[in-house]
């Protein structure tokens, strides 16, 4: 069982994607959920957060742009990401917070200028 985020692909700046995150098999319901990226060179950063209930916290470079959220009956969460920069090309992963799970291989995302 894996961690399975999809929805990456080339945009340009100013563009729109949506992520999706399959947590199937995982404790999900309980727990705080995120949204991670790494770009080439760089370390691992949480972007956003979403607590069971549904409150999210972003990281200051994405807040405005993204959106996270989440269906505990589904196991699954999403990243709408709007007005995309290049700065935000990255691989980008889902995992729980504190305690990750075996990270997935994540989701390329692409932003030309």
């Known amino acids: 069982v894996q961690l399975q985020a999809s929805g990456g692909g080339l945009v340009q700046a100013g563009g729109s994607l949506r992520l999706s995150c399959a947590a199937s098999?995982?404790?999900?319901?309980?727990?705080?959920w995120g949204w991670y990226r790494q770009a080439p060179a760089k370390q691992r950063e949480l972007v956003a957060q979403?607590?069971?209930?549904?409150?999210?916290v972003y990281a200051d470079s994405v807040k405005g742009r993204f959106t996270i959220s989440r269906v505990n009956a589904k196991n699954t969460m999403t990243l709408q990401m709007n007005n995309l920069k290049p700065d935000d090309t990255a691989v980008y992963y889902c995992?729980?917070?504190?305690?990750?799970?075996?990270w997935g291989q994540g989701t390329q995302v692409t932003v030309s200028s």
């Open positions: 995992n729980r917070l504190y305690n990750n799970y075996k």
């Open positions: 098999g995982y404790a999900f319901s309980g727990y705080v």
């Open positions: 979403v607590r069971p209930e549904g409150s999210a």
